[in-house]
Structures are given as C-alpha cells and as structure tokens.
C-alpha cells in the first residue's frame, strides 16, 4: 500500500507540475487563419520583389496565387512561371509594423513544409530596430528553415554582430531529423526568457543558445517580429528541381504568447 500512496504522490505532482508549466505562459496575440482571402492586414505586411541571398523568385504582394487563406490555413505558394522578368514566385509576409513581441515570450507555428531540391521555407524573426541598425545587429532568429537538398532536416539558428570582429556576422544554430515534415502538420517554436533561447519542435527543445556579451548592445533586447516566407534557390536553397512545383507551405496557426 506504502507503494502504491508513493506513486499517486508522484503522479500527483507531476500533473500539478505540468498545469503549471501551462498557466504559467498566457495567450497575448494569434492569427488562427479562419477567413478566406488575403491575410489580415492589420497582422501582416509583404516582402516585395527581389530581397536577399541571390534567391531566384519574386514575393508578390496581395497575391492570391502566391498567399491566401482558404480551409482554415495560410497557404505560400510558390511556383514556376514568369513574373516581372522572374522565373518563379513565392510569397513573404511578416508583422513588422503591426505586431511585435518583447520581454519573455514563446512563439508557436503549427505548419507543414514544401518539399524538393531548391525549396527554401522559413519561419523566423527580427529586431524591429533593423530600420535603426541593419542586419545583423538587429539580429535574426531563425526558429525554423529546411532545405530541399537535405531532406528530413530542420534547422533553427541565431545571428547577431559581434563586437569583438566589429559587429560582423556571427551565429550559432541546431538541427533536428523528421521524417514526416511534408505529410503532416509540426508545432516549431521559440522560447525567450532573459538572455536565454530555446528552439522547439512538437515541445522537444532541440536547440539552446544564450545571448553572447560580445554581441552588440541592441541585439536580442529589441522587441522582435515574425516572418514567414518560403524563397526559391538562392545561396543556400541551391539548384533547383523544376518537377517540383508548385509547392504550399501550408500553416495552421501562429500563436504568440507571454512567459
């Protein structure tokens, strides 16, 4: 019996634990992607046209072909087609702007990713002071990005300058192995607290990163935004498979909250 009332304590204390674990984050913003069209313009804006990393598609804006709501979830589509002398479109959205998170927080994004060799989806975030400082400085934090040419891996990582190379580029970053990115739906988060960064898939923290004092003084203390974007070639999605498209990365949710 003495066996018995020993563990129903512990199985006590380990449900107490975990209601605690969940009262203790409380809901602060979420986009749960309910109506049909384009995305809430007072959540979300667009990346337009060529952006970065010698990337080969145009972001399109307010696009239904590229970026659309329909059955209960935010689709990017990106495809082969000519478009404003590109080979391919895709589309980039993100909340600066309009919503930006500080302090502690956690970010959960409920997705399931595009597939094939040059496809480049991301979930990510960045200072708002990137107006004020430019990249990296404002830092980057990466809670998700996968590469077509390595199947079944995410990535999650941190950029920041560093004042002892003068506030060059520095990171430091994990990777996980799933074997199911491209059939089924994935929670990928974040964690902030303090100085201190986790990086999450489906809650198990794959990745942990503290702020180095080295890196310069506004990164990682600025409030942050979030993008979402999947880009097509360029400097690390590689060659590209034109079988491939079109490609959705499909999510379900994005949901914000304060720890």
């Not at 000519?82 to 970010?107: A, H, L, Q």
């Not at 560093?162 to 192995?177: A, P, Q």
Request: aromatic share 14%; with cysteine.
């Amino acid at each position: 019996m003495r066996h018995l009332l020993l563990i129903a304590i512990a199985l006590v204390a380990i449900i107490t634990s975990c209601q605690a674990q969940e009262t203790s984050k409380k809901l602060i913003w979420a986009d749960e992607f309910n109506k049909d069209g384009l995305p809430d313009s007072k959540s979300w804006t667009y990346e337009v046209g060529y952006i970065r990393n010698k990337e080969k598609q145009y972001y399109t804006e307010k696009r239904l072909d590229n970026v659309r709501i329909e059955n209960g979830h935010l689709i990017i589509e990106s495809k082969k087609e000519d478009y404003k002398n590109f080979g391919y479109t895709s589309g980039s959205i993100n909340t600066f702007g309009r919503v930006s998170f500080k302090g502690d927080f956690r970010i959960e994004v409920r997705a399931k990713l595009p597939k094939g060799k040059g496809i480049w989806p991301a979930i990510w975030m960045m200072g708002t002071n990137r107006s004020k400082y430019g990249w990296p400085k404002c830092s980057e934090l990466d809670i998700m990005e996968f590469v077509g040419k390595d199947p079944n891996i995410v990535y999650g990582t941190m950029h920041w300058a560093d004042s002892r190379v003068n506030y060059k580029h520095k990171s430091k970053g994990g990777k996980i192995k799933i074997t199911d990115l491209h059939t089924n739906f994935h929670v990928y988060g974040l964690e902030r607290k303090g100085s201190h960064i986790k990086v999450f898939i489906d809650d198990e923290f794959y990745f942990e990163f503290d702020v180095p004092k080295t890196a310069f003084e506004g990164s990682f203390t600025s409030p942050v935004y979030l993008l979402l974007n999947t880009a097509v070639g360029g400097s690390w999605g590689g060659p590209i498979d034109d079988s491939i498209f079109p490609q959705k990365f499909v999510i379900d949710y994005v949901r914000a909250y304060k720890l």
